[in-house]
């Protein structure tokens, strides 16, 4: 069974989106790009308002995709412009880009280490290594599910069953991509269970009531 792809970058700018998948597949990066839960049309490229392009690799490649781009970008960096906003950036403000890459596009984490560079600021890989793995750890804890969410799954589960295996479907089983290809829960482990819970009550439920629609009407 081949790998699936998982979204690497999301973009509302398709010649941008496009730009980085060419640059990716010079490098023989498996590339595929979605427009909107669509495949990639390059015929609505113009169309920039409210676009949700993700492009998407196999985790095996995020890494390597990720040096790719960095790369490229380290040379982008040398054609832009004294007006730029991030020279007005405060050296605390530029750090905060350097800490948090997945925040910002591979432009503003490049440019930002050379202007603290140009401010005296030189920052070793040791040390850019340890905010990676800070930042990993950190988007790896999985987050506390809304108590009224739970609730609401609960109560859905009894009243429109369909409605409530959708929410404990989500909660028990739900997955997020972390920067270096990893996929992680989204929810807590007592979380997740509340959602195999409510998963279950509203299978039951279903059963149910298609087995009370078959006695009523036969």
């Known amino acids: 069974m081949d790998e699936p792809f998982l979204t690497f970058r999301k973009f509302n700018d398709p010649e941008i989106a496009s730009e980085m998948a060419a640059k990716l597949k010079e490098h ?4 595929e790009l979605e427009d909107d839960g669509k495949l990639f049309d390059p ?3 113009k169309n920039f308002l409210d676009r949700d392009i993700r492009l998407k690799l196999r985790a095996k490649d995020f890494e390597q995709a990720d040096k790719v781009m960095r790369f490229f970008y380290s040379r982008q960096a040398d054609k832009v412009g004294a007006d730029y906003y991030l020279y007005q950036f405060s050296d605390s403000e530029l750090m905060e880009i350097v800490r948090n890459p997945d925040e910002w596009g591979f432009l503003d984490y490049e440019l930002a280490r050379r202007i603290l ?3 005296g600021i030189s920052i070793p890989s040791k040390e850019l290594k340890r905010f990676q793995e800070e930042k990993l750890k950190l988007l790896s804890r999985p987050e506390p599910a ?4 739970t609730n ?3 109560l859905l589960a009894l ?3 369909p409605l409530g295996m959708i929410i404990g479907f989500s909660m028990a089983g739900m997955k997020r991509t972390l920067p270096d290809g990893q996929r992680r829960f989204a929810y807590s482990s ?4 509340h959602g195999r819970r409510i998963l279950w009550i509203a299978l039951i439920c ?3 009531w298609i087995a009370g629609w078959l006695w009523f009407w036969k």
């Not at 809304?146 to 969410?149: K, L, V």
């Not at 007592?190 to 269970?193: H, S």
């Open 117 to 119: 560079s140009d401010h």
């Open 152 to 154: 609401m799954g609960y």
């Open 28 to 31: 023989n990066i498996e590339v």
């Open 206 to 208: 279903f059963v149910a």
């Open 146 to 149: 809304d108590t009224s969410w």
């Open 159 to 161: 009243i429109a069953p």
């Open 190 to 193: 007592e979380d997740r269970n």
């Open 43 to 45: 015929s609505f490229a």
